[in-house]
């Protein structure tokens, strides 16, 4: 994955190791995301939904840590928005008895 974000991104290996060259190369757009992983359209909805109330940015080297093809990778469910961070969970206040 490293190697297909290098080259989509068309880094030597010395401006991937630096991290100026990481925060100027966050992934930010559904456009970005989906050259480098696989996502179903489905994903790729539920992210501009997402999007619309909170940013996203993957360094490009969190991004090569991302299984492209794995829905559930644990890093990819980090850092890759859905739209189920969106719903609100009201609930009830518990007080202490006094």
Known sequence: MKSK??????????????????Y????????????????????????KKALE??????SPYYASLIDPTDPNCPIRMQAVPSSAELKKI????????M
Not at 5 to 22: G, L, R, T, V
Not at 24 to 46: A, F
Not at 53 to 58: E, H, L, S, T
């Open 24 to 47: 100027r190369h966050r992934i930010e757009t559904v456009e970005e995301l989906e050259k480098l992983i696989q996502l179903s359209e489905t994903e790729k909805e539920d992210i």
């Open 90 to 97: 009201f609930l009830g206040t518990r007080r202490s008895p």
């Open 5 to 22: 974000i290098m080259n989509y991104f068309n880094a030597s290996e010395e401006e991937f190791s630096d991290w100026k060259w990481q």
């Open 53 to 58: 109330v909170f940013p996203m940015a993957i």
